[in-house]
């Protein structure tokens, strides 16, 4: 196959960081469908908190240029494998197939609209809100990550906290 | 149908022709100008509470009025506070319960503006007779362009007659909508012109907007 991808999984504090390089060795342009083959779903690079565009929660999809490299990069919750990641398949690209942009593409390439921080009268709650307990914890917590010792333990903790969030949020 | 009324430039009149708009094509208008919001609004959820999560799109619609509207809060906490990525889902859903939705966006290029003309299938472009309002709105044009809304027709708003030029630039048929005090009398006490005054000059120019809309087909 022309396509070929190189790629490497390493831990870092419970959470699996993959970087590949999607080799073209074609002529021609690509269309390339990368595959996350790792326990777990794809946490994508996002921008302005959507994902950057071609990626979803499988894998990335996009262009790869005749005889160029594109390199990706993402975030998984399963364990490293020595292949993270594959290629699902390949086709030939059109001049044009782009359609109209998303409201994806709005969130991404446009302005946010919300007044900055300042605007508001966030000065009377200047005090930390987080609990110093909490607050303790967490910093523990980042201690390990930055040192490369943080446990399972803390991985199911940071996780269950994190569901707590979403849901008060009212999120999924 | 949601018809997206865009303007680019601020003061040219976008709120007014949304409202205007909505009383003719008998739908709700949705006031999504986050921070800067102007259409009247009552006690209760607003646009703010929609995208904060914490009301449904249909129970935030104000019925009963001239028009229907979804309003949009007045704090800058609570526009802080928004989600925008949910607006494209609350304009979806008010479309799916009332039928049309007129949208008055906010002025510049936003997500705020981007995100409604992706689910719009419609827009109308408001711009006014001065050489600044007049760029923002070729701007704001290719700007729906790329969202494939298309553009409707041009309010060519506090002017008797709409220049070749611009039917020509923005690419669809331009209606003159007169300078008129009642519209700003009206607005004051938080209605359209063409509740209480039908047979003033702008009426009639909205009038003709709302046609040139219908004759879409949307």
Redesign the interface.
Known sequence: MSIKVDSTARDHGGVTLVTAVVRNEDDVDRRVRVTNELDGVVRPPTQ???AVEGWDADGFEGVVPGGGTRALGYACGGAPADEPCRVAWTERTGADEK?????A???R???????P?E???SKRSAADPVPPAVAVWLGDVADRVDTGTASEADRRALEAVDERLRTL???P | MILAVIGGKGGVGTSTVALELGLRLDAVVVDAD??MADLPTSRGPDLHDVLA??ASPIEAVREGGVVSILPCGRT??G??A?D??RL?EALDAVARRYGDVVVDC?A????????P???ADACVVVTAPARPAFADAIRVRELAR???AGLAAVAYNRADGVPDAVERTLGAPGVAIPADETVQRARRSGYPAGALFPDAPASGGFEALADAVRACGL
Not at chain 1, 99 to 103: H, L, N, S, Y
Not at chain 2, 108 to 115: F, I, L, Q, S
């Open positions: 302005d908190g959507v359609g109209p942009a998303t409201v593409d709005a969130l390439d446009l302005d946010d609209p919300r007044p921080v605007s508001g009268p949020a009212g999120g | 986050l921070s999560g914490r800058l906490a526009a802080r928004c925008v990525s494209g906010a510049g290029m936003r997500a705020d503006v981007g995100v003309l992706a689910v790329s969202f494939d």
